[in-house]
């Protein structure tokens, strides 16, 4: 009812003026109290309806604000970290591929080295094989060319004496006299007088 009394009063300060007008520019007290009561009234109003509220929304932007710019710091600092983990684990990746190509050199090398010395003993083996098989193979020949020196001397023993000559003590002197000849023994001298 206060603010129906203000009008009122307001229209009877405003039908007074229109009475006693006077030309020019007059201030009246009045009227400024009551525009300044008007515009307390219309703060008031207005904070309670809409700044508040706009206050409540700028404290929550601003706090929403403050978390994302801490949220892009911590986001910041664990990208750092990330990154140096990164570079961290490149560098143990290199330094183990590193590792893993020197073993495989390593391993490459011996195996070359068992290859090259099982190639060698394989080759000392064929030699050593190819030897003995070369004296065997001397010795039957030896063994088989006296065979067939012995009965070729027979032979032409038997002839000369017209008779064949194969008894076993014939076939023994035989055989002694190709190894004193062999061995450069008196009978390699020829027939003693």
Do not use: C
């Amino acid at each position: 009812m206060a603010i129906v009394d203000i009008g009122q009063a307001a229209r009877e300060v405003v039908r007074l003026q229109a009475e006693t007008a006077t030309p020019g520019l007059t201030i009246n007290l009045f009227w400024i109290i009551v525009a300044a009561l008007n515009f307390l009234v219309f703060f008031a109003v207005l904070y309670l309806l809409v700044l508040k509220q706009i206050g409540v929304t700028l404290r929550e932007r601003r706090a929403r604000i403050e978390q994302g710019i801490h949220d892009a710091d911590q986001a910041r600092i664990e990208r750092a970290a990330g990154a140096a983990a990164a570079v961290a684990e490149l560098h143990a990746a290199r330094r183990d591929a590193r590792e893993i190509v020197e073993r495989a050199q390593k391993l490459a090398q011996e195996g070359r080295a068992a290859d090259v010395a099982a190639t060698r003993e394989e080759l000392e083996r064929m030699r050593v094989r190819a030897t003995a098989d070369i004296e065997a193979e001397k010795t039957r020949a030896i063994a088989d060319l006296r065979a067939e020196v012995a009965t070729l001397a027979l032979d032409a023993a038997g002839h000369v004496v017209r008779e064949t000559m194969n008894s076993d003590r014939q076939r023994r002197l035989v055989e002694e006299f190709l190894a004193e000849a062999a061995a450069g023994g008196p009978a390699a001298g020829g027939p003693t007088a």
